[in-house]
T-cell receptor, first 115, second 114 residues
Framework: GAVVSQHPSWVICKSGTSVKIECRSLDFQATTMFWYRQFPKQSLMLMATSNEGSKATYEQGVEKDKFLINHASLTLSTLTVTSAHPEDSSFYIC???????????FGPGTRLTVL | AQSVTQLGSHVSVSEGALVLLRCNYSSSVPPYLFWYVQYPNQGLQLLLKYTTGATLVKGINGFEAEFKKSETSFHLTKPSAHMSDAAEYFCAVSRAGSQGNLIFGKGTKLSVKP
């Protein structure tokens, strides 16, 4: 089946630093990737839709200057949390839509802890 | 607008018992419906999905769900629970035929007692 990877799987950083999270579709091309955020014991909340070669579309209330998204190729999207603060600590999950119509697949998630 | 309501944030069953996780949706357009399972500190794994056609959908690990338009429901069932079924389950909806994103319910944590 289709595989989506995320790197790193977990990261701890100091407040004020920036963290980059990668999302890769390993065996299919994805013109569209989605970034979700999940707080403990809560559901996934869509943060933004990432489209290859164009600007990401952010959901209401998500700061685009804080959560930078780059979808530079058909297999890679990155989420950079800039000037991270403790309230940004969360589980970030990406998903990738198979461009050939094969469905949407989720990555394993990245746990971010900001001290 | 679309939304998903999962009744019961926590369901506990005995091993071997029937599993029933409830999901109701709201959609002004024909929906695509999904059930995902999430194990601790992991991403989401697709259990099954309904797009068109047969309303009873069979998925992995013995799970199935039935799309009932009249009840706007898509409940997930499994005849006999296994210890390995203990996880968080999410119901999701998207616009049919589109490339739109998924709208998730709040999730139901399933516990299985020996």
């Amino acid at each position: 089946g289709a595989v989506v990877s995320q790197h790193p799987s977990w990261v701890i950083c100091k407040s004020g630093t920036s963290v980059k999270i990668e999302c890769r579709s390993l065996d299919f091309q994805a013109t569209t990737m989605f970034w979700y955020r999940q707080f403990p014991k809560q559901s996934l909340m869509l943060m933004a839709t990432s489209n290859e070669g164009s600007k990401a579309t952010y959901e209401q209330g998500v700061e685009k200057d804080k959560f930078l998204i780059n979808h530079a190729s058909l297999t890679l999207s990155t989420l950079t949390v800039t000037s991270a603060h403790p309230e940004d600590s969360s589980f970030y999950i990406c998903s990738a839509r198979d461009s050939s119509g094969g469905g949407q697949f989720f990555g394993p998630g990245t746990r971010l802890t900001v001290l | 607008a679309q939304s998903v309501t999962q009744l019961g944030s926590h369901v506990s069953v005995s091993e071997g018992a029937l599993v029933l996780l409830r999901c109701n949706y709201s959609s002004s357009v024909p929906p695509y419906l999904f059930w995902y399972v999430q194990y601790p500190n992991q991403g989401l794994q697709l259990l099954l999905k309904y797009t068109t056609g047969a309303t009873l959908v069979k998925g992995i690990n013995g799970f199935e769900a039935e799309f009932k338009k009249s009840e706007t429901s898509f409940h997930l069932t499994k005849p006999s629970a296994h210890m390995s079924d203990a996880a968080e389950y999410f119901c999701a909806v998207s616009r049919a035929g589109s490339q739109g994103n998924l709208i998730f319910g709040k999730g139901t944590k399933l516990s299985v007692k020996p």
